[in-house]
């Protein structure tokens, strides 16, 4: 494909051919538009459009620019907060509603992938580990509370032993081993579900800006430097690409970098001696490292965090040098890519889904779990549109508030709040 309007990441490197789609010249209407054409957006377009209804997307730069085609490529369930906070937030009823729902999400991956033959690397297997004593006693609570309270029966608890004979590392003591959850080429994902979509009837415009939306006769009307899209429901779903778009979601989430490399092929018989069963893992350190194997046979390495919203220098060199803390048998091998983007956080680290009026929704906040969070939210969005509702209410009834000290004081103050636990991980 052409990647000249993609950032030089293994997966642009990597991606199948994908068309490029013109931007929207003029007016048009339809029965509901969808700003931003990553996961979110185009799952809302693919369930929309599947059900007869007449969808538009607009998208700034290219379909998976931003993290949808960035991330690290694991397919988990759940929330980052975790089902114990959850419970504290909305209640165990709610709490295990969306627990069902994301386990669900889990299963409309796959059945996106075999129904609309996704070619996206899917692999099943997903390795949580501890690198400290205190992170096996919360491995343990986590199993209790998945396995023995929600009826998860996916997971299990391996030892040192299991985990060193699976990984060729001495930093990890234990694991849980998910063999629901996985990890696929999100980039290529993507596109397929954009594909999908169009093959449903949606449209898909691409360089196209909404710059600024607002209801009037029925409508909700959204400018462009091309053009306007009139629309009779409008579906958010740029996170933090919106901007001043939304302004009334500016302050419940945070643009945080985060930073992946690639190796060179490395072969098969030495990558599977790295991760033998091929499954995505990462560790349980509030920064944490993660890493899966590449279907051609290359280790990709994240989780470098920068908290300030800068772009460190020598951030290629310094993911590498944690990789090499994990696996130093790797020094000889050169990094052939290395990348970087936002991913969306709100303050209690659960997605933000909503409205900001009757037939204006929003999905943001995804918090790093966004492969499965987004198919959920467009398959809600598109359920609520259609007239049931009740599923995308429970999770707008998670309670959400700005990160503190404003506009300007916030990233300061979250930086602040992160170097306790960054000090915490030493420990």
Not at 182 to 203: D, I, S
Not at 216 to 239: K, Q, Y
Not at 281 to 290: G, K, S
Not at 341 to 358: Q, V
Request: aromatic share 8%; glycine share 12%; proline share 4%.
């Amino acid at each position: 494909m052409d990647t000249a309007t993609y950032i030089d990441s293994y997966y642009a490197a990597s991606a199948h051919p994908a068309p490029a789609r013109p931007p929207l010249a003029g007016t048009i209407e339809c029965d509901v538009g969808v700003i931003g054409g990553g996961m979110a957006g185009c799952s809302a377009a693919l369930h929309l459009a599947e059900r007869g209804y007449r969808v538009a997307v607009l998208e700034e730069h290219r379909v998976g620019w931003g993290a949808s085609g960035r991330n690290g490529g694991q397919v988990l369930p759940g929330l980052a907060c975790g089902q114990d906070k959850l419970e504290r937030l909305v209640g165990e009823g709610d709490a295990r509603a969306i627990w069902e729902m994301t386990v669900g999400g889990m299963e409309l991956v796959r059945s996106l992938i075999a129904r609309h033959q996704i070619d996206c690397d899917w692999t099943p297997g997903h390795m949580l580990t501890a690198v400290r004593p205190r992170h096996v006693r919360e491995l343990r609570e986590e199993l209790e509370t998945l396995q023995g309270r929600y009826g998860y029966g996916a997971l299990r608890l391996m030892d040192r032993d299991e985990v060193r004979r699976t990984l060729d590392t001495e930093r990890y003591i234990a694991a849980l081993y998910d063999g629901n959850s996985g990890h696929l080429h999100p980039l290529n994902y993507t596109l397929a579900l954009a594909a999908a979509a169009e093959r449903a009837g949606a449209h898909i415009f691409e360089h196209t800006r909404a710059l600024g939306h607002a209801s009037r006769d029925g409508f909700v009307s959204v400018p462009t430097a091309g053009g306007e899209l009139r629309c009779r429901h409008l579906v958010l779903c740029g996170n933090v690409y919106l901007g001043g778009l939304a302004p009334a979601l500016r302050s419940r989430i945070m643009a945080v970098g985060t930073y992946i490399v690639a190796t060179e092929p490395l072969g098969a018989e030495r990558v599977n001696a790295l991760v033998r069963n091929r499954a995505a893992v990462a560790d349980m350190n509030w920064i944490l490292d993660y890493f899966r194997p590449t279907a051609d046979s290359r280790l990709l390495f994240g989780g470098r965090v920068s908290y300030s919203g800068l772009d460190p220098l020598g951030t290629a060199s310094a993911t590498r040098a944690r990789m090499l803390k994990v696996f130093p048998q790797l020094a000889d091998t050169r990094v052939t890519h290395a990348w970087g983007g936002y991913l969306d956080i709100t303050l209690n680290r659960a997605p933000h889904f909503g409205r900001l009026a009757p037939n204006v929704y929003f999905a943001q906040g995804f918090s790093g779990h966004g492969i499965v969070l987004t198919g959920v939210a467009g398959k809600l969005i598109a359920e609520s549109i259609a007239g049931t509702a009740e599923r995308f209410d429970v999770f707008a009834r998670i309670p959400h508030r700005s990160f503190p000290g404003g506009m300007a004081l916030r990233r300061p103050a979250l930086v602040l709040a992160m170097l306790y636990y960054r000090l915490r991980d030493l420990l």
